[in-house]
């Protein structure tokens, strides 16, 4: 017998009307805004209205330097919270929402796996509640006004070779990454070289991420920077008027969305920017709403704690003024034997010794979690295939650098497969033990800021940027933006830029390539490497298998 | 004292909850899927299980040669299904959904005005329903796919020259109309030259318009011809397996919207397809569960009574299946006077005169929809300007025409404004005097098509298309497709292919420039001068003055 799929267990689901799972956070019906019976926003007077409420606990689930496929963060968010309902609490999660791009091409789907999943899976990687459309919507009024403002007169004197706001599709495309617009003659326009990105790259998406409610979100986007002049003087969205027709079309996506996971418990799933040149978590405003509502709440960032876990804390808790109770650092027996110099053809061999290679790298990511003040678990994601060996040696060798470890199960069993570590999660969360303490301090020079990440979590031995970049950053650090978090756009695959420098690589430095100001999210990229901001198709795309049964459900998601 | 502004009317509308509004059509709710608590999508199981029923009159709402500002088909679309319901007819409307582009451009909002509105006016010129966000997905995951195939080897051997499938985004961008792809190196695949069109121009679109159920939607799908090989045999959607993927992003978008009334009478709107190149009508699937549940349905078809109307009979009626009972033809003072030869700039002006030379093109309107064998009334849509001489001479001449006229205040009175229409129309569509005649059957020439539209319907003395049109016309007749119905895409400011040719033209020729083959909506697009399928934004695009108030509710729609 084999072990159902992911969208077979999610299809057997007992899924309750979303009032009910409302009601288990006490929202009531009428501040619930349903999409279908499975779905709901969060109405905006409700949301406003716990503002005095006192916070629960923030719990990060982050993760070691991952295998493509991931290491079950969601996953592990998901049976976590499922865990800590079990043992009474009122805990909610806390996640991304999907692209749609990356479902018709081979990542699988963002709503956890086994029987740790939120549901209705089907909706959650199409188009769920609509907000990454809305996202779309906004980014590409902008840009057709920029065109549109060019084209009747040009009063701003935006110099067209500088405009550096794109198009985006939410969709894997690689024929829209470099493109002319504008042929065709007079009532066109004016040719020039541009691109499209995947929405979740559009600056948009990470400041819908960022705000802390719709005033904000305008003010934003307003800031948003667009093109220069001949002189390099910026223009912006509110040079254009843009920010406030692009607030209108974001009015819903900005409210949270309620789902259920498989036991029925509450998951806030809102919002879903890029984990390289944005910071890769779900909403500000689904977050702190959760915290209101919830004891627990359990929340993940993008790819490894490396990246996620240091966006997750310099930038989004250091902007949101959030400050988590505990961490929860995933491994997988897979990704250490990864980290060990295994390929990945060979994953599916036992190879303790691998595993012990392997270990030097979920170290070095607690190490530096503890860093940031906060205490800190392991919690092994176990595959089907892990072996005692292996699962011993990694038990051991990660007692004796002082953790605690959990052998997790919840993929196959749900919340009675994370008992152990939720308990002790919650105590941990309970202990007021967390001294959070961020990487650097708000005034510390942006190339400091970059060399404090590329050093003490990257354990570089230095960065290299040139004199352009280096300049760059002075030049924005005189026009007040000297105050920012850094951005990293880094491989998730390795400590370094380097994607097969596995396990804990030293004596690496971190290439500088290009940094660029996000004014309306609040941060610099330094991009150190190439970043793929929209993704291709696989010679056999996902979407190829993907269609409707004869009961009209959807197959080939996964 | 002002009179108050759409938006100001439709935000004091005392909107009921949905489920009572279903509830006026013996809708359960548990067949309601809620959008928010005042729209709803009908479950897909309660509307198979409706098929069984016997069917409602179906009343078409068409109009004389429009203005650009258009003759208000939409707002007496509403009044007279709130006049219906007035007299205590069961009633529903069937209207398109609004597209996003226009609204941030200059075009009103596609959901009636004064007191004859469709609520909640916010959401319907926003995302509604995201219908049309998923329409886009398709469309573009389609072309994704095909950019893929090529870049992956092109096993299908895709004449890289003739891929016909653009791309679309919902939005007025004149700077995508025009663009060269896949630019930057061997990674981005083939630069090509191509376009985006607007949303609404999609085939997607006209074939989720002309669907009779998801497995017919999913045929269509796969029929729609993408490209050709060098020796010009088509490659379709199917070819690629897109045809699931593209189902699977449509299955909600499939299922009819209902909304309500100001006076919380229901609305179905659903689709919306370009009234050109495509067939401008709602969708089959709304019109056929509205004439279920209801006993009377009104519904409308984009432009003039020569293309809407025409395209309504000869393409939504045939290929559904459907016969109309009634038609009402709107016609307003100001757009007689507009055919009669006043300049824009003075329609505010009084000039019966005018009216009365504007009469040929309501009398050949009129002339050409009782050829349909329906009966046939006018309507007057009275703007407050109107005089009583231009409404005497209007209303004499169409009376001594032997026409039916009501001069209807719906606008600015409600359901109260239009009884004496909705009961004459009631009437009519009781009576069974109604008999439903095509222009042209099936089994005749695709060109013999173009010519009878042309000759009956603009009243032109011929057509003129060159040797390369007629030969591909009897191509795709040799390829089994002569049975199809044919979308003329003309001007709509004129029964002739010139847009200044008001009032009646008599002598003009119908130059067919070019024809394409629609062969998953079913359909010949005959195209009869300039036709824009993306269009631009004005100088200061409405967009420009939408954002939220202090309240938080959008303003500068309009």
């Not at 036991?263 to 702190?288: L, M, Y």
């Not at 002082?402 to 941990?428: M, P, Q």
């Amino acid at each position: 017998m084999t072990s159902p799929s992911d969208i077979e267990i999610a299809r057997a689901a007992g899924k309750k009307p979303i009032r009910e799972i409302g009601a288990r956070l006490a929202i009531p019906e009428a501040a619930l805004l349903p999409y279908g019976h499975d779905k709901a926003k969060l109405d905006r007077d409700f949301i406003s209205g716990l503002e005095t409420r006192p916070d629960g606990k923030l719990i990060l689930v982050t993760a070691i330097t991952p295998t493509p496929a991931g290491e079950g963060k969601t996953t592990t968010t998901v049976g976590l919270g499922d865990g800590l309902n079990r043992i009474g609490k009122r805990a909610a999660i806390c996640i991304r929402e999907a692209s749609l791009g990356p479902c018709f091409g081979m990542k699988g789907g963002a709503a956890g796996g086994g029987y740790a999943q939120v549901v209705p899976m089907e909706d959650m990687n199409l188009h769920f509640t609509g907000d990454f459309h809305a996202i779309t919507s906004a980014h590409n009024l902008l840009a057709a006004m920029i065109d549109n403002h060019i084209y009747w007169g040009n009063a701003l004197e935006i110099d067209q070779r500088r405009v550096v706001w794109r198009r985006v599709m939410d969709m894997n495309d690689r024929a829209l990454r470099d493109v002319v617009t504008s042929l065709g003659g007079v009532t066109n326009g004016f040719p020039r070289q541009t691109g499209f990105d995947i929405t979740v790259a559009s600056e948009v998406m990470a400041i819908l991420c960022l705000a802390q409610d719709l005033t904000d979100l305008q003010a934003r986007l307003g800031e948003i920077i667009v093109a220069y002049r001949r002189d390099k003087t910026p223009i912006r969205a509110r040079d254009l008027k843009a920010d406030g027709a692009m607030t209108a079309l974001l009015r819903d996506a900005a409210l949270p969305n309620l789902v259920q996971t498989l036991e029925n418990n509450p998951a806030f799933v809102h919002g879903g920017p890029f984990a390289n040149i944005a910071h890769g978590c779900n909403s500000v405003i689904a977050t702190r709403t959760a915290l209101k509502l919830a004891d627990y709440v359990v929340t993940e960032a993008g790819f490894g704690a490396d990246l996620g876990a240091e966006k997750f804390m310099n930038i989004k808790c250091r902007k949101a003024g959030l400050s988590p109770d505990a961490v929860v650092l995933v491994a997988t027996v897979r990704s250490l034997k990864m980290s060990g110099g295994v390929a990945k053809a060979d994953l599916g061999e036992e190879n303790a010794q691998a595993v012990e290679a392997g270990l030097a790298n979920l170290i070095r990511h607690l190490e530096n979690l503890r860093g940031f003040g906060v205490p800190v678990v392991v919690a092994v994601n176990r595959f089907t295939g892990d072996t005692e060996a292996e699962l011993d040696i990694l038990t051991r060798r990660v007692t004796e650098a002082g953790a605690e470890v959990f052998l997790c199960n919840h993929w196959a069993k749900g919340s009675a497969g994370i008992e152990a570590l939720a308990t002790r999660v919650a105590d941990l969360a309970d202990s007021g033990t967390a001294d959070f303490a961020l990487t650097y301090p708000d005034d510390t020079a942006l190339l400091g800021k970059i060399e404090a990440v590329a050093q003490r979590i990257y354990r570089a031995e230095g960065i290299d940027a040139d004199d352009r970049i280096r300049a760059q950053l002075v030049e924005w650090e005189a026009a007040g933006f000297g105050h920012l978090p850094v951005c990293m756009a880094k491989t998730q695959y390795s400590f370094s830029a380097d994607p097969t420098a596995r396990g804990a690589p030293t004596g690496h430095r971190i290439p500088i390539r290009e940094v660029r100001l996000s004014a309306g999210a609040g941060f610099i990229v330094a991009i150190c490497g190439d970043i793929m901001t929209m993704p291709g198709l696989p010679r056999h795309p996902a979407a190829e298998n993907i269609g409707l049964n004869a009961a009209l459900e959807i197959d080939g998601l996964f």
